[in-house]
Structure formats: structure tokens, C-alpha cells
């Protein structure tokens, strides 16, 4: 593992190539913790009547304020702490799937190196109809019980977003809407000089949601109301940041998030995401139910696979992805 990181952590100054332009520099990365991102319990999914309206009422509003909240669900969780090795997990699947190695559960495996200080990325991308991903062999055990385990955590939440929407339980499912999940662990190294850079740039996912697992270094950093706010790492929730699809599916009741990730110059950080994606070849349109005279459709009916072809020109440029597909103003 040394070896396959050497490259990234051995260097003294930012290089050139990393430097982004002054105006859209962190400058001063250090933030104001955010306190009140609501953190939300799941139990273990068994919630009764009062419980589950409760916590659809706070799925709701922690969507409409912040397109983000923390959750924490106890299967999930038993499985992260195993996840929590990743650099063992990054070594495993690396020398397994570089050699050309697939399984009939895992559709594709890429090592990505993007141009921003980080992070370095394996992606694990799996799809999901009637069956969930299951381990095929020893190498891939605890990563594959982890994906299961988010998928179920990610199931859930489809059911309580429905029943927070008022939408037909399945609503997702029935019309290809979270069939693909992608899994990525992400790594990344120390910066000399965290005030040139990101770890990732001010974006908006281009999902329906993200889960992502953060570890114990913070990093990751959300916009409210035009200031960044500092997410702490919480040892027992997940963090649940509200992508476009959602925000068009809901006809805009509920809120993508900008963030962005920071680096620092002491530690690395890597984290482990889990996306859900509509198919390719999904038709995305806000849901019937939400739209009537009073509450006309915000957005015209496209294919996802159109949306994310021009998703990363669109956030070059400083355009909102959403923008050429908005009906009203």
C-alpha cells in the first residue's frame, strides 16, 4: 500500500497543475462547524407508527433547509467499522480487479485520478434490480456485506422520501429511478498548502443521494444560506447529501446540496460513498402526484443519461446543472 500512495504523499509543495484559480480557492478553508445538521435515527429500520412519522418529518425539513443530514441505522453501522480498514480494502480490490478480474454482481471497477488534489478513487459500481449484491469470494467479503448493508440502509430511505412526498410506496424502484449503485472509496493524501486547493470542488450530485462514510477526518464542508459550514465526522452516522434527481423527481421540494471537500496538510483523509443512480435510459420528470394548478411542473421530462453527459461541462462553467431543463423561473 505504501507503494501504490508513495506517489501522492511524498512532495513538499503543491504542483502547479493543482493550483486552481484565486477564485475558487478555499482561502481560509477553516470554517465554522455546522451544529445543527439534524442527525436522524433510524433504529434498525422496525420504527413504529409515532417513531416513522417523526422521522419523515425530519427527513423533510433537513431536506428543504440543508439538501443534507446524518443518519444512523444499526446494521449498517456493524459493517462500517469492518469497512473502516481502508487501505487494506484499497490494496484488496486493486490487485484483484487491475488484473481484469469481474464478478456477475460488480459491472465495473476504475481506478480514478481526477485533477484536483484528490482524491484518489476506486469505484465499485454495481446494479440492483430484484437481487442485491452479494460477496463471491473471500477477497471482496466485508467490502460486498458493507454494500448490502448501505443498500438496505439506501431501500429505507427511498421508502421514508416516498412516504414524505406522499408518493406510492416503490415509486423509485417501479420507474428505474435507483436501480444503479456505485460505491467509492476515496483517498485523500495530505496538501502542503490546503488554502490552494479542494479535495473536490463546489458541486451538487448528480444522484439521487449520497451515503457516504466519512471516517474520523473532517473535510467535507456544506453551503447554507452562502456560507460554507464544516461537517464533523459523527463515529456513528452516516452523512446524506440530497442530489438533482431528487430535487426534479420532488418538483423541488426538496434541495440539492452544494459542498465541496478541504484538504489538510497532516493527515489523509479517505471516505467510502455509496451513490444512487437512476438507469442510464430513465426518464426524469417530477412525480405526477406533486404537480396539479397550484404547484406547475419546475422542470421539462429528460433522460438521465443526457443530464449526466452534460453535468461535469455544466459545473466547469459555473452553470447549474439543472438549468436548461427548468420550466419556470
Known amino acids: 500500500m505504501e507503494k501504490f500512495i508513495s506517489g501522492w504523499c511524498d512532495i513538499n509543495s503543491v ?14 478553508y477553516v470554517v465554522p462547524q455546522c451544529d445543527t445538521i439534524p442527525l436522524i435515527d433510524l433504529g434498525g429500520g422496525l420504527l413504529g407508527n409515532c417513531d416513522r412519522v417523526k422521522v419523515v418529518q425530519q427527513i423533510v425539513k433537513a431536506s428543504q433547509e440543508y439538501g443534507f443530514f446524518q443518519t444512523k441505522k444499526g446494521s449498517a453501522l456493524m459493517t462500517r ?12 480490490f486493486r490487485k484483484k480487479y487491475t488484473t481484469g478480474e469481474t464478478t ?3 459491472n465495473a471497477i476504475l481506478l480514478r485520478n ?14 440492483h434490480n430484484s437481487a442485491l449484491p452479494r460477496p463471491c469470494c473471500n477477497r471482496k467479503k466485508v467490502v460486498g456485506k458493507y454494500s448490502v448493508e448501505v443498500r438496505k440502509l439506501s431501500l429505507l430511505l427511498l421508502d421514508l422520501i416516498c412516504e414524505a412526498l406522499g408518493l406510492e410506496c416503490g415509486y423509485f424502484s417501479e420507474n428505474a429511478l435507483s436501480q ?23 458541486h451538487s450530485d448528480v444522484n439521487l443521494f449520497n451515503i457516504l462514510l466519512q471516517g474520523e477526518v473532517p473535510g467535507l464542508q456544506v453551503l447554507k444560506d452562502g456560507n460554507w459550514l464544516a461537517v464533523e465526522p459523527l463515529p456513528t452516522a452516516f452523512a446524506i447529501t440530497i442530489g438533482y434527481m431528487l430535487q426534479v423527481i420532488s418538483n423541488g421540494k426538496l434541495k440539492s446540496v452544494d ?21 442510464s435510459d430513465s426518464r426524469i420528470v417530477p412525480a405526477k402526484a406533486l404537480v396539479d394548478n397550484c404547484h406547475p411542473p419546475l422542470y421539462k421530462s429528460f433522460i438521465f443519461k443526457d443530464f449526466s453527459d452534460t453535468y461535469i461541462s455544466d459545473i466547469r462553467n459555473g452553470i447549474p446543472p439543472t ?4 420550466l419556470q423561473p
Open 15 to 28: 504542483p502547479e497543475s493543482y493550483i486552481l484559480p484565486p477564485e475558487i480557492r478555499p482561502g481560509n
Open 81 to 92: 467499522n469492518k469497512v473502516a480498514d481502508y487501505p487494506q480494502a484499497l490494496t484488496i
Open 104 to 106: 456477475c454482481d460488480i
Open 114 to 127: 481526477t485533477s484536483i488534489f484528490g482524491p484518489k478513487s476506486l469505484l465499485i459500481i454495481g446494479k
Open 180 to 202: 444503479v449503485q456505485l460505491m467509492s472509496i476515496n483517498h485523500y493524501p495530505p496538501c502542503p498548502d490546503p488554502s490552494l486547493t479542494l479535495g473536490l470542488p463546489k
Open 259 to 279: 459542498h465541496r471537500v478541504v484538504t489538510n496538510s497532516k493527515v489523509a483523509r479517505t471516505t467510502v460513498g455509496t451513490c444512487i443512480f437512476p438507469s
Open 323 to 326: 438549468e436548461r431543463y427548468k
